[in-house]
Structures are given as C-alpha cells and as structure tokens.
C-alpha cells in the first residue's frame, strides 16, 4: 500500500555530513537530527513540530559531495502486502556538464504516517 508523503525540507546544505538513511520515530531523535541538520546556520531555524503519535520522518542524507548538481529524493514509500515491511524508494541524481565547484550535502526530509512496521528497506532505484 502506498504511503504518503510530505516533504519537511530538501535541499543540498545539510550540516549532516555523512550519507544516511533513517526513519524517525520520537521527539528526542527528531531535535538531535535537526540540530545537526541546521548546524550551519546562524541561526538555526526553529524545528519543525510533528506528531510522532500519528507521523514518523524519513531522512534520507546523500554525504558530502564535491560539486553542485546532486540531488536525493525520497520518491516513494509503500507497505509490504503483510504490513510488516516499510520500503523506501531513493533516486539520487548527478550533476550534468556544468558544475559549480563547491561542496554540496544534500538531503531530503518527510514525514509520513506512523505504522507499526518490523523492517524497512531503503532501495536506489
């Protein structure tokens, strides 16, 4: 079944700096990522609320990347047929011919409903 999703924030100037995929599921979890996340900002912007008794966040961080033009989206999320397994599809673009020279970290955050799932599996398509 497909799973609804709403982007939080996407960009390429995460502070997060390495590449990660996760799924998020309290407030605790939530505030230590999005300090990271805005670590580079002065100042850092408010956290954004969410529910985590109805909605969970995926976050998906492509790393430290030596030019502009990458790109990571979370484009899909779907339950299994026996509800057990959150699979989260991922593209990750490249950059064409022209290129700034500069370090980019993109990412891509959105929140979804809260489920009871056993596994997720985050798959690059």
């Not at 996340?37 to 850092?44: A, I």
Request: net charge neutral; aromatic share 6%.
């Amino acid at each position: 079944m497909k799973v609804n999703l709403t982007t939080i924030a996407r960009g390429d100037d995460s502070g997060y700096r390495k590449a990660d995929r996760m799924v998020i599921a309290s407030k605790e979890k939530w505030n230590r990522l999005w300090r990271e996340h805005t670590s580079d900002l002065l100042p850092p912007p408010p956290v954004p609320e969410i529910d985590f008794s109805k909605n969970s966040v995926i976050a998906v961080f492509a790393g430290e990347k030596p030019s502009s033009g990458f790109s990571i989206q979370v484009a899909s999320a779907e339950t299994t047929d026996d509800s057990e397994t959150l699979v989260v599809k991922i593209k990750q673009g490249q950059p064409g011919k022209i290129a700034e020279d500069v370090i980019t970290r993109p990412y891509h955050l959105v929140r979804i409903p809260r489920m009871e799932v056993t596994s997720v599996i985050f798959e690059e398509i």
